[in-house]
């Protein structure tokens, strides 16, 4: 062998181990009908449909395989369909390594950094965290939802852009209520990443939140005195405090759900209970009843009548004032859950099974009085078994807007035993309307007009509950 050819057969076999190890690190390419044999995620074949990411042999896409710094660059690049022009990195541990170019670009738009030592150290893996930081700073992301981590207090490092990736739906966590921070990344999650922010409609559906906008403002109240209000990570007491505000301190509300709203300032964002708030809703907002859940029950009804009276029975008007109730709350936007609707007896015991199953955000019961016929005026019970603080607010709201709108005897705000206020395990309240066996007030509660007030005067009560 002459040294021209040595030298071609040595040059070819430089060439080839070349390309293999780039094929090795950059993958294979595959086309819109290869099928990967190792993932059944649509979302990672469409990326690679669209030359987003490549495989890693024959059919294989390694979704296991942890993510290095130097594919991360490479697949950035592709994602946000920038060309990468030969270039050289600012690192010492780049130069000729097959993925030089598409980390001088990255590193030139700020979307990824080096270290102290003047390295980038491509073929290291790639955290969680790390990964975060990486796609906040190349993608603009919008907040959809809230998130906690167990893992990610805000005093960590990394929260902001793992709090704006998980906010937009682009990351979860893990069942364990931790979002593996420092955990390295693989090429599946990694890619399920990129499938989300490319193509939104593989973003998981959750019920939104708007975390920049505000649906009210609020006061902190009711704190003792020395004391501070905890801010928790979601509606519950099952994780340690995030934050802490003091009595009177301006909060934004964002988002109510049952007895806990979602709160911001410039310190702190998460769920206090609405005990301690004085909420403010925009003129014209209906308190913002909207996607609230609030169970009516019209007492007594079927076999059951009630008070008889003056050509009245108690059954009848109950229903009427509760149907025309269902109606002014559907139409602010309210989820309305009705213990009957028609002429039907439901046992007391069935009425607070409804309601301790259905946990509605608060439940009142509609009934009307008898005694004897020099009686009059109306009344307002609650119980103090269960949230004894809202009950009793929600009770005095009631009691307030009726007299407003009916101009009737004031009988007070009481607390009773009665059956189905005691044992619903939601915010309660039941009200008595007037007297059936004193002829004026039967005479009045004969009317449509002075139902459709009584419906009004209890829709305007609850919406002063929620302010």
């Known amino acids: 062998m002459g040294r021209e050819a040595f030298m071609m057969k040595k040059w070819l076999v430089s060439l080839l181990a070349a390309a293999l190890l780039v094929s090795l690190f950059a993958g294979t390419s595959v086309s819109a009908q290869t099928q990967f044999n190792d993932t059944n995620h649509?979302?990672?074949?469409?990326?690679?449909?669209?030359?987003v990411v490549r495989g890693i042999g024959s059919n294989m896409f390694g979704p296991k395989q942890d993510v290095t710094r130097a594919e991360v660059a490479v697949i950035m690049g592709r994602a946000l369909d920038i060309s990468v022009p030969k270039a050289s990195?600012?690192?010492?541990?780049?130069?000729?390594?097959?993925?030089e170019a598409a980390i001088a670009e990255m590193a030139e738009r700020g979307y990824v950094n080096g270290y102290k030592d003047g390295t980038y150290q491509p073929n290291r893996t790639l955290t969680r965290q790390e990964m975060a930081a990486i796609l906040t700073r190349a993608f603009n992301y919008q907040s959809e939802r809230s998130a906690f981590f167990t893992d990610v207090p805000p005093t960590h490092y990394y929260y902001g852009n793992i709090q704006q990736l998980a906010q937009s739906g682009i990351a979860n966590g893990y069942p364990d209520g931790t979002f593996g921070a420092d955990q390295t990344i693989n090429r599946e999650e990694f890619a399920l990443m990129i499938a989300r922010t490319l193509y939104p409609e593989y973003r998981p559906e959750v019920d939104s939140v708007d975390l920049d906008g505000e649906m009210a403002t609020a006061k902190v109240v009711n704190v003792p005195s020395g004391d501070t209000l905890?801010?928790?990570?979601?509606?519950?007491t099952d994780h340690s405090p995030i934050g802490t505000l003091k009595q009177g301190e301006n909060v934004k509300v964002h988002d109510i759900s049952g007895?806990?709203?979602?709160?911001?300032?410039?310190?702190?964002?998460?769920?206090?209970?609405?005990?301690?708030?004085?909420?403010t809703y925009p003129q014209g907002s209906g308190g913002s009843l909207s996607g609230r859940t609030i169970m009516i029950d019209a007492?007594?009804?079927?076999?059951d009548p009630g008070a008889?009276?003056?050509?009245l029975r108690e059954k009848d008007i109950n229903l009427d004032v509760s149907l025309r109730l269902e109606r002014k709350l559907k139409d602010a936007?309210?989820?309305?859950l009705m213990t009957r609707r028609s002429d039907v007896f439901p046992s007391l015991r069935d009425r607070v099974n409804m309601a301790n199953n259905a946990m509605p955000d608060i439940f009142i019961s509609v009934h009307a009085n008898a005694a004897t016929p020099a009686a009059k005026?109306?009344?307002?019970?609650?119980?103090?078994?269960?949230?004894?603080?809202?009950?009793?607010?929600?009770?005095?709201?009631?009691?307030?807007?009726?007299?407003?709108?009916?101009?009737?005897?004031?009988?007070g705000v009481k607390t009773a035993g009665f059956y189905v206020i005691k044992n619903t395990k939601v915010p309660s309240a039941l009200v008595e309307l007037g007297f059936l066996t004193n002829s004026q007030e039967a005479a009045r509660m004969r009317t449509s007009s002075f139902r459709e007030s009584a419906a009004d005067s209890l829709y305007k009560g609850i919406v002063s509950y929620y302010r």
């Open 42 to 51: 649509t979302e990672i074949q469409r990326l690679a449909d669209d030359g």
């Open 259 to 279: 007895n806990w709203a979602m709160i911001s300032n410039s310190g702190v964002r998460g769920y206090v209970n609405t005990y301690y708030l004085d909420i």
């Open 333 to 336: 936007g309210a989820n309305v």
């Open 230 to 236: 905890n801010v928790r990570p979601d509606g519950s």
């Open 89 to 99: 990195a600012p690192f010492s541990d780049t130069r000729g390594h097959w993925a």
């Open 377 to 411: 005026g109306i009344e307002t019970f609650y119980d103090t078994r269960y949230w004894a603080g809202d009950s009793k607010k929600l009770a005095d709201d009631l009691q307030s807007s009726m007299l407003r709108e009916l101009g009737s005897t004031n009988r």
């Open 299 to 303: 007492g007594h009804g079927g076999s």
């Open 308 to 311: 008889v009276a003056n050509g």
